[in-house]
Each structure stands twice: as C-alpha cells, then as structure tokens.
C-alpha cells in the first residue's frame, strides 16, 4: 500500500523563481495537511484540506505562498517568488478524520528539502 | 487549548539499557495522545497513540507509552534501546475539534554503542 508520495525530493532553485511542491495523499483520507519544519523553528502546519476545500490556512507565511488540492489524490503548494528564507523541507501528510474524532494518526511523506539560493 | 510538552531536548542512553522519552500534556476533556518518530531524511512515522482503556499502550519496534492522568504524561519507553532507535520523538495531540495535530517540540534520542 503506497504512502504519502512527494515530489520532488530535493529542489534548488535561485531566488525569484517560482517552486511547486506536490503531494498524493493516501487513497480515501479526507484531511490533506502542508508542513513546514526548520532547526529554529520546528514543524509548522502551513495549511491544511477537508475533502478538498481549504479549512485553516493560517500558517501560511505570506501571500507568497499558495495551495491547492484540485482532487483527492493530488494537491500543490506554490511559492512565488522564492526567497532565502523559504529554505527548509517541506511535510505533506494526510489522515482519515471523517467521524474519528481525531483518533487517526498522520501519515507523512518523506517531504522535499527546498534551498533557495 | 490542546497542547503538549517535551521537557528535554536530547536523552542519551546506552545501548541495551532502557529509555524513557518524556511528554506531558495539557487537554480538554479524554485526550487522544501520539508518538510519532522521525529517521534522518524522512517524514514522521506513527508510533503509536492512547485512545482510551489499558493504561500501556505497545507499539511498533517495540516501543511503549504509559498514559498516567493523575501526572498527564504520556512517556514514551522501550525496554532494551538499539542503536536504530537514534531519532526524533515528537508527542503529539489533535486540537478541539480533531482536525489538526498538535506536535511536541521534539526530544532527539541518541543511543550509544
């Protein structure tokens, strides 16, 4: 049974430029979650899906960044442009909530580690 | 607010002997308490998690959690630690409602041969 797919593992790219991060979540999960995880600043919830549909997009650092999740099995997250400081690695994670009461664990992908230079 | 804390950074032990990585919580209510465990270059993997019953709860690569609510902890312990088992530890809690996690700051486990 497949996990979290991630890609790409690795990006580097120049300042300005534009990044996609994508994500297939596991089949039949309803929660899709973006993280963020840094030394200074540990893992933070950037954004996160409810059958598709954006609930709490209160982590997202700026309007440079966006998400989204245009199916269940696939969902983007777009930085434009990229700075320095968006170096870090990049978590998608997904879980089954519907009528668990949070009880289901998350199931992480192996997340893209992105440096912008 | 749903919240967790793990009052060490780092725990050092030796292998063969046992660990204890510890977590505390604070919740509203019965709470549903996580570990998940980090490889270097990988995403968090559940561990294992107290929903409700048996006060011990076993989990996978032979790790346990003891959930103690006259102490709200939920330390994490393995009998006989392998060098393997050096990685990141983050407790974990859903917030009110269940849809998202609240994840501890991490105790970074390092096991000695």
């Known amino acids: 049974d497949a996990g979290v797919i991630q890609s790409p593992r690795h990006e580097v790219t120049e300042m300005g430029q534009e990044v996609t991060l994508r994500c297939k979540p596991i089949?039949?999960?309803?929660?899709l979650f973006w993280y963020r995880q840094t030394m200074m600043r540990g893992l933070e919830l950037l954004i996160y899906?409810?059958?598709?549909?954006?609930?709490?997009d209160s982590g997202m650092p700026e309007d440079r960044f966006s998400a989204k999740m245009p199916n269940a099995s696939f969902s983007t997250l777009k930085i434009q442009p990229s700075e320095p400081r968006d170096s870090a690695v990049y978590f998608c994670?997904?879980?089954?909530?519907?009528?668990?009461?949070?009880?289901?664990?998350?199931?992480f992908g192996d997340g893209t580690r992105l440096s912008i230079l | 607010a749903q919240s967790v804390a793990q009052p060490e950074d780092q725990v050092n032990v030796a292998e063969g002997n046992p660990l204890t990585v510890k977590c505390t919580y604070s919740v509203s209510g019965n709470p549903y308490l996580f570990w998940y465990v980090q490889y270097p270059n990988r995403g968090h993997q559940f561990l294992l998690k107290?929903?409700?019953?048996?006060?011990l709860v076993k989990g996978s690569y032979g790790f346990e959690a003891e959930f103690n609510k006259s102490q709200t902890s939920f330390h994490l312990k393995k009998p006989s630690a392998l060098v393997s088992d050096s990685a990141l530890y983050f407790c974990?809690?859903?917030?009110?409602?269940?849809?998202?996690?609240?994840f501890g700051a991490g105790t970074r486990l390092f096991v000695k041969a």
């Open positions: 994670a997904s879980s089954l909530g519907a009528g668990t009461g949070g009880s289901q664990p998350q199931h």
């Open positions: 974990a809690v859903p917030n009110t409602g269940g849809f998202k996690t609240i």
């Open positions: 089949s039949g999960h309803d929660y």
């Open positions: 107290y929903i409700t019953g048996d006060n």
């Open positions: 899906f409810n059958n598709n549909v954006p609930i709490d």
